[in-house]
């Protein structure tokens, strides 16, 4: 009777061909256990949250490095339904305005994996809706930051609460909860203006407004006029003309106000785009500035240093509510991201008036 013959070992099951199993890589849930935090704080962690504890984010930091940990982008992906991918929505004609509101969001993300998508549209189309909701389908936006005046459209973020898409409005006024809300306290900065002004000793004083239909128009109208009975001082309807936040507008406006016949002593212009208008007009009229006109402008945008001579101005912190609108969209902020107050900016545009 032969021996049976032993059976023959499969290659693959062979003790000496088997390998290791690969180590598993470590998962946020692993991260967060091993940290004794939440998943969330994990999360905000990683997208360099301000909600986050210096404490806290220097253990879970250790912890990621330690373990090697990295964010799937895909998986991140599936689970928001979103890309990573931040909408800039805007209809302003103050480009400055823009571009440093792009620098102050561009600074929020920084480091989060997300991107900014600028979007400009026309505030007065009948298609202004559909168009931004066929931009957020498209790029399956995580969230939508909106400048004003579109920000005050609420068909707009009915629209965008419509499709699960998160949004921030910057605003002048108390628009929205806290979470989709950065307000720019117009109202603080102008009557600061409009007291510097009465200080020197001018009472008549001109104003060119912002344009029609935006509520910053009305915001900076009200605070400057606030500041002014502070004075007991009134501004004189021939004194007020209207603006469109550009540079031919403050020329228009100008015109208008060194045209009457008891002229003002002291403009303010809403933004400092306009005032450099007036500054030309000035120019052209022999007047000197400040002693024949003092000119106050409105965003201490970059200009308003490097005019002559430099422009007396409120500085409008631009790039602060950008970071803090892009810190809302990532971190769903429930109380007010702490935006610095507009103040004055004292340069050498105004000055008492002639006696």
Not at 71 to 93: E, H, K, M
Request: aromatic residues 6%; contains cysteine; proline residues 6%.
């Amino acid at each position: 009777m032969r021996p049976e013959k032993q059976k023959r070992q499969p290659e693959a099951e062979r003790p000496e061909t088997m390998s290791a199993p690969p180590a598993r890589r470590a998962t946020i849930n692993d991260i967060a256990r091993l940290a004794n935090v939440s998943k969330k704080t994990v999360s905000r962690v990683i997208n360099r949250s301000p909600l986050v504890t210096e404490e806290t984010r220097e253990r879970v930091s250790a912890i990621i490095r330690e373990h090697g940990y990295e964010p799937d982008p895909q998986a991140r992906g599936l689970a928001f339904r979103r890309s990573f991918l931040i909408g800039l929505v805007y209809d302003n004609p103050n480009a400055q305005f823009v571009v440093t509101m792009q620098q102050g969001l561009l600074d929020g993300v920084r480091g989060s994996g997300f991107e900014l998508v600028v979007h400009p549209c026309n505030r007065q189309s009948d298609t202004l809706v559909n168009d931004v909701r066929a931009f957020a389908q498209r790029q399956k936006l995580y969230g939508v930051v909106l400048l004003p005046p579109i920000s005050e459209n609420n068909a707009l973020t009915a629209m965008l609460d419509e499709l699960g898409c998160r949004y921030v409005r910057v605003a002048s006024a108390v628009l929205d909860v806290p979470s989709k809300l950065v307000i720019s306290n117009d109202q603080i900065g102008t009557a600061e203006a409009a007291r510097h002004l009465a200080a020197l000793g001018h009472k008549r004083i001109g104003l060119i407004e912002g344009p029609v239909g935006f509520r910053s128009r009305i915001e900076r109208r009200e605070g400057f006029e606030a500041g002014l009975a502070e004075h007991d001082l009134k501004l004189a309807k021939e004194c007020c003309v209207d603006g469109a936040y550009t540079f031919d507008s403050g020329i228009e406006g100008a015109r208008k106000l060194l045209s009457l016949k008891n002229r003002p002593t002291a403009i303010f212009a809403c933004n400092d785009e306009m005032a450099a208008g007036v500054y030309q007009v000035a120019r052209e009229m022999g007047l000197s500035i400040p002693e024949d006109l003092s000119i106050v402008g409105f965003d201490d945008t970059p200009m308003s240093a490097r005019l002559w001579p430099p422009l007396t101005t409120i500085r409008w912190p631009i790039v602060e509510m950008g970071r803090s609108a892009a810190a809302k969209l990532l971190d769903g902020a429930e109380s007010e991201a702490e935006v610095p107050e507009a103040k004055l900016i004292v340069r050498n545009s105004t000055s008492p008036p002639k006696r």
